[in-house]
């Protein structure tokens, strides 16, 4: 036992822990609690993919549409990853737990589980039966993900570019492989619905053609607000595939961006009392060679014809249903449709024992009705006749002619307030499409102005462009509703160096000009002068309308040129018109003073007179010089003063506070950097566009000048007996 003593503890060994000896409490007091793994943390607070798929236990395939679908995305962990992690993609727990709890994740099992169904048939050989089960696949709806990502119509506006771009796409892409026909014929419709909206009620207020293809903004009004949409729309060229895209992605975008444009446009179109998807009338089996669908309707209400591509039916199919939905403006039209509207909600609510005193009670309305329609008509009538007396005698009392309109208003006016405010509220007589007094002036652009589209020119975007700002349009081919004849054509719009001998049969009261002007006009929201963009003219720059000149610190010299025309200054001419006009000035003198006889006193008082002109000149030069000299050394003193206090106010500062205005500055320098760049590039320009008495530019000057120079080393060396010319090898 050694030393031990009886009764007393064995001592703990000198290796032994410090909290060996103490309680579970003072442990866990002292020491906390050991943290089982995953379960606090970043470890638990990020998942890996991999771990998330065996969670949920599906297919990377069906997790990827899941994720687009409830619009979840990665996260990467603030600071470090977890356990060191690198590279690897995470997500939140939250958005897993989401995953776990949504509906379309059984719908996903069901349609893999019914996929084995019918592939075990297929692998039977049981071809019939395989083909009965296609049918039965479970569906699923995104209706209620539309509803939880958008809980407001300003949040489904704000997000849908996106959305907008993605159909656009797919309206241009050919049906070839896993793009099928149907995917872009329901694109193209949804463009279309879109693009008629837009031209209908006038939101579009930007657009832009680049590289990439036309950019365009719409400014959409929600209870007073205006929400800017921008979306781009591809050029009308013939799409290449390329083969590095996943479609499938691409797709599962589609598929959800369909059901939220579904909701927008159902949404804009009720604004306007019109019933969303519209009845366009078009047939799949009636279809031109371009792909496009041929509706039976008639295009614009105020051009008339038919259309073949689907902006014009869907622009077709929203005007027949506004101009439906403002019908019986009239009084008598407007009770009679509420009075019919009331009794047919009577009749129904009639069943039972109640019957017959309903059918009384309908009778006695009825003739009440036909009393309150017989006092309209005749106040109608009244009215009619009444304008009809005025236009035969005009010269008639005032006072005779209010007495007269007494007994005329009096029964129209019982006749409208015995109509229930329910049924007036109900009534869409008094639709008003574009409300907004932008709007309205937008579309008073290109009012009164008919537009005539060549076949070389794309029509989409154009056509979008010219409704929403007021215009008619018409083009080559035969469904157009103008003619190319037509003497009410303004504008005929072509892209070609020159115009086509035809062109000179047609009517001399229209003007030929270049699609940029359309879109340049539109977005200075100023109706321009044609002469620079002629056909065959050198086009002005076709400025972007995104960019903020302030903010920039650089307006453009076009820029500048509208709005000196907005405000009503006259422009100077060119520097080709003013060369022709010297040039014709100088000929005229020349002229004038051969014909004219100079005598000796004559040439001896002009002499004395320029004498006295030039000492003039040199005394006004030399003051001039003077306060030049002045100004120049006023303008120095201030800047060496303003320096020494910016550098006295730097020096003053805090550590923190000068790292943060040497930050400032530096920023404002690059800016003014760029600015100048822009300003010493415009400058090049203008010199080299500058002409010399010759009628040589700068550039040219500069170009026989360097052919001159190398002319003469080429001769200095073949006076040596050498050669500076390249021989060609021989094959």
Avoid at 573 to 591: I, R, V
Wanted: aromatic share 6%; hydrophobic share 30%; proline share 4%.
């Amino acid at each position: 036992m050694g030393n031990r003593v009886k009764g007393k503890a064995k001592k703990k060994s000198i290796k032994a822990a410090v909290h060996s000896g103490m309680s579970t409490k003072r442990k866990l007091s002292r020491m906390g609690k050991n943290r089982k793994k995953d379960h606090a943390g970043l470890d638990a607070t990020f998942i890996g993919r991999a771990k998330v798929l065996k969670k949920l236990q599906i297919s990377l395939k069906d997790f990827r549409r899941l994720c687009i679908l409830k619009g979840v995305y990665p996260r990467e962990p603030r600071g470090r990853a977890p356990r060191n992690k690198k590279g690897q993609v995470f997500y939140h727990i939250k958005d897993v737990k989401a995953l776990n709890h949504e509906p379309i994740l059984d719908q996903f099992r069901e349609f893999k589980s019914f996929m084995k169904k019918v592939r075990k048939s297929a692998n039977r050989n049981e071809k019939d039966e395989a083909r009965r089960k296609q049918p039965l696949a479970p569906k699923y709806t995104l209706h209620h993900l539309v509803r939880e990502r958008y809980p407001r119509f300003a949040d489904a506006l704000g997000d849908l570019d996106d959305a907008l771009c993605l159909v656009n796409l797919f309206a241009c892409l050919p049906s070839d492989g896993r793009i099928q026909a149907g995917i872009t014929r329901k694109s193209q419709q949804l463009a279309a619905s879109w693009g008629a909206y837009c031209a209908t009620t006038g939101s579009v207020t930007k657009s832009f053609i680049s590289v990439k293809g036309v950019y365009m903004e719409a400014e959409i009004m929600i209870s007073g607000q205006g929400i800017p949409v921008r979306w781009v729309s591809p050029h009308n060229f013939t799409q290449h595939i390329p083969q590095g895209v996943d479609f499938r992605v691409m797709l599962t975008f589609f598929e959800f961006y369909e059901t939220l444009l579904g909701f927008v446009l159902y949404k804009l179109y009720g604004e306007l009392g019109v019933r969303y998807p519209l009845a366009t009338g078009a047939t799949i089996d009636n279809k031109s060679a371009a792909g496009n669908i041929v509706s039976s309707a008639t295009l614009h209400p105020t051009l008339g014809g038919k259309a073949t591509s689907v902006l014009a039916a869907n622009l077709s199919s929203l005007q027949t249903a506004l101009k439906e939905a403002s019908k019986g403006n009239s009084a008598a039209d407007a009770v009679k449709d509420a009075l019919q509207n009331e009794t047919g909600e009577e009749e129904q609510q009639l069943d039972g024992a109640s019957a017959k005193e309903g059918k009384k009670a309908s009778k006695a309305n009825k003739k009440k009705q036909k009393q309150l329609m017989q006092s309209i008509d005749e106040a109608l009538k009244g009215v009619k006749q009444d304008d009809e007396s005025e236009d035969e005698s005009e010269d008639g009392d005032m006072d005779q002619d209010d007495e007269d309109q007494v007994p005329i208003a009096a029964p129209l006016r019982e006749a409208l307030e015995a109509i229930d405010d329910s049924a007036m509220s109900n009534d869409d007589s008094n639709v008003n499409i574009i409300t907004d007094p932008e709007a309205q002036k937008r579309h008073q652009l290109f009012h009164n102005l008919t537009f005539f589209l060549s076949r070389e020119i794309p029509r989409g975007y154009l056509e979008l462009i010219i409704l929403s700002y007021g215009g008619k349009v018409g083009w080559e081919g035969q469904d157009s509703p103008i003619a190319i004849d037509d003497s009410a054509i303004t504008h005929h719009i072509t892209d070609r160096p020159k115009l086509l001998p035809s062109y000179a049969k047609l009517p001399k009261s229209r003007e030929y000009i270049q699609p940029q002007w359309i879109l340049d006009c539109a977005n200075f929201n100023f109706v321009l002068p044609i002469e620079k963009y002629g056909v065959g003219m050198e086009l002005p720059p076709h400025l972007s309308p995104w960019v903020n000149d302030k903010e920039e610190g650089y307006v453009p010299k076009y820029q500048e040129e509208v709005e000196r025309l907005r405000n009503g200054e006259i422009l100077e001419a060119s520097d080709d018109d003013m060369a022709k006009n010297e040039k014709e000035s100088n000929g005229d003198k020349d002229e004038s003073s051969s014909e004219e006889e100079v005598s000796p006193a004559h040439v001896l008082k002009k002499g004395i007179e320029a004498q006295g002109e030039d000492d003039s000149e040199d005394d006004n030069s030399d003051e001039e010089e003077d306060d030049e000299e002045a100004e120049r050394s006023a303008l120095k003193k201030k800047r060496t003063d303003d320096e020494e206090a910016a550098h006295l106010a730097k020096s003053l500062m805090s550590k923190k506070a000068a790292r943060l205005y040497g930050r400032m500055q530096h920023g404002i320098a690059q800016k003014q950097a760029k600015v100048d760049n822009l300003h010493k590039k415009r400058r090049e320009i203008e010199d080299t566009r500058e002409k010399t008495k010759d009628g040589k530019t700068l550039l040219k000057l500069k170009v026989e000048r360097l052919k001159k120079e190398r002319k003469d080393k080429e001769d200095a060396y073949a006076d040596t007996g050498g050669s500076m010319k390249k021989k060609r090898r021989k094959n």
